[in-house]
């Protein structure tokens, strides 16, 4: 019997994050769970594509566009259920036994975010995120696990340059739920740009994106960040 999952990374340039993260799926390599770790690459130029030859993962590419790449990823994904994950994200310790036990489940799964630093504003962030996840809108972040049968009934992964993760999310409101297992982000751009900053301006773009703003516009501003 093959594994039943297969991990979807995009990456554009991510060197830095990369190997943590695929170290952290090694657990469900060991569990039986993974099939196949694809990198679906947007143009890197540093040596994102050294690593994962060496982690022995799957190389998708083309142009950068977050939700473009990541359905290109799923696209070639083999597993019958999706990992999506950010190339900055590690799960932590026992990811592998909360996504076994979900396996079969009629619902998509997020993970519960946590930050690999930051201290209290760290923690404020994420009960944030974790409540909003809870209320339906988990970010990309903290993981997708979905079914690849549920996600072709919703017509693939959006294929936007932002806002990719809160589109599928919205289409899949009341058909999610919470992982026991934690997701640790990077808070490398929250510290360079204040916590309280970043949050206020991720907040914007989101009422911006629900008033009707493109998210090609958006992701325009999200980049001169």
Not at 53 to 64: K, L, M, S
Not at 87 to 94: E, I, N, Q, R
């Amino acid at each position: 019997m093959r594994a039943p999952v297969s991990v979807v990374i995009p990456t554009l340039n991510a060197s830095a994050g990369l190997p943590a993260c695929l170290a952290a799926l090694m657990e469900g390599v060991d569990a039986g769970l993974i099939r196949e770790v694809i990198i679906s690459d947007g143009g890197s130029t540093d040596a994102t594509g050294a690593i994962a030859q060496a982690w022995g993962a799957e190389w998708v590419e083309g142009p950068a566009s977050r939700g473009a790449q990541i359905g290109r990823g799923c696209v070639a994904a083999q597993g019958d259920w999706l990992l999506v994950l950010h190339a900055d994200t590690v799960l932590g310790a026992g990811w592998s036994e909360a996504v076994a036990a979900h396996l079969g489940a009629p619902k998509a799964a997020w993970f519960r975010l946590r930050f690999d630093r930051g201290g209290v504003p760290a923690r404020l962030v994420a009960g944030w995120a974790n409540l909003r996840s809870r209320l339906g809108l988990p970010y990309g972040d903290q993981g997708l696990l979905i079914s690849a049968q549920m996600l072709d009934g919703l017509g693939g992964y959006p294929d936007l340059p932002l806002m990719e993760d809160v589109t599928l999310a919205r289409a899949l409101r009341g058909q999610m739920t919470a992982l026991d297992a934690v997701a640790v982000t990077s808070a490398e751009k929250y510290r360079q740009q204040g916590w309280v900053g970043r949050s206020g301006r991720n907040l914007w773009l989101l009422t911006r994106y629900f008033i009707g703003a493109s998210p090609d516009v958006l992701a325009r501003k999200y980049r001169k960040r």
